[in-house]
């Protein structure tokens, strides 16, 4: 049996003549928590409407849980829970009101799992709270608490954090690590708060004007974010005549006129110390510093200027 929970093949949309998709082809693999890194107007939530079901895609196509025909699809959706840009609420009822319409919804015959997801998201003693009188973050909790009503194999989530205070990030992310664990639920989740995303996801999806950058694992990115090596010296255009000859698989980056940062290779420095000296290049700075998430996030886009 297949690990694959989504695959995506050549996801576009476009809207008239702006492009917010551009031939997404990715694969979810089960019980994995995913980051969807991209920033404002990338193609995240576009993504999202699309394998949620809310909108259509221009071409390409996707298969859900193993199925790609659009009615076996549907039928596979009530195994997903999604919040979509911000939890669906109904503000005059109550907590336990909101969630088991969602179980009526959903066809769960379950009664009890109404007050079980109540409980999972810690707001048993707010049940009777009507929704609108709720913090940004018991709303957050709320959300989820629907989304998992159907006991989901695959939870969608848009920018979960936003809004939240740290007390609450902290919950929130903690609570998701216990539903990927205890119910076998893949989750698929944005932000912009990349510090967040990178204590909490296995993997990572970078979106960039619609198309994706790069997928990497959480071991993989921390190795490229850990350590990058600094270069300044009088010669950068023989400097990277040096880089592109000898570390033919090497991700560097010219920064200035007289640096280069040089990515996932901490372990070159007196190799490449070497070669510039023989080349007669003066060097003024060869030393390793660490990267941020932030910081790779700028790499990968080309800075700040294209993001």
């Known amino acids: 049996m297949s690990d694959i929970i989504l695959e995506t093949r050549n996801l576009t949309k476009k809207?008239?003549?702006?492009?917010?998709?551009d031939n997404v082809s990715i694969s979810l693999k089960k019980n994995h928590i995913y980051g969807f890194i991209g920033e404002n107007g990338a193609g995240k939530s576009t993504f999202m409407k699309i394998v949620s079901g809310l909108i259509f895609p221009t071409s390409g196509d996707y298969s859900l849980m193993g199925e790609s025909d659009p009615k076996a699809i549907e039928r596979k959706r009530r195994n997903v829970g999604t919040i979509i840009e911000e939890p669906a609420l109904y503000p005059k009822y109550s907590v336990w009101r909101n969630v088991e319409i969602q179980r009526m919804i959903v066809g769960n015959p379950d009664k009890s799992v109404t007050d079980k997801v109540i409980e999972m998201v810690g707001l048993t003693e707010a049940k009777d709270k009507k929704?609108?009188?709720?913090?940004?973050?018991?709303?957050?909790?709320?959300?989820?608490?629907?989304?998992?009503?159907?006991?989901?194999?695959?939870?969608?989530?848009d920018e979960p954090i936003n809004g939240l205070d740290p007390k609450n990030i902290v919950a929130l992310r903690e609570m998701l690590k216990k539903i990927n664990e205890e119910n076998e639920c893949t989750i698929f989740v944005s932000s912009h708060i990349l510090?967040?995303?990178?204590?909490l996801a296995s993997d990572f999806i970078f979106i960039h004007r619609g198309r994706i950058i790069e997928t990497t694992t959480h071991e993989e990115l921390e190795e490229k974010c850990s350590q990058y090596i600094i270069v300044r010296n009088d010669n950068i255009p023989e400097t990277v005549t040096i880089l592109e000859k000898h570390f033919a698989d090497v991700n560097y980056k010219v920064?200035?006129?007289?640096?280069?940062?040089?990515?996932?290779?901490?372990?070159?420095?007196?190799e490449l110390s070497k070669y510039l000296m023989e080349a007669g290049i003066v060097i003024s700075e060869l030393s390793e510093k660490e990267q941020s998430l932030e910081e790779y996030f700028m790499t990968l886009t080309g800075g700040a200027a294209n993001v």
């Open 255 to 270: 920064t200035a006129d007289d640096t280069i940062k040089i990515y996932g290779k901490p372990g070159m420095k007196a």
């Open 15 to 21: 809207y008239k003549n702006v492009c917010a998709l």
């Open 195 to 199: 510090s967040e995303l990178y204590l």
């Open 131 to 157: 929704a609108k009188t709720l913090s940004m973050g018991m709303k957050q909790r709320l959300g989820i608490a629907i989304a998992m009503v159907g006991n989901p194999q695959l939870l969608i989530l």
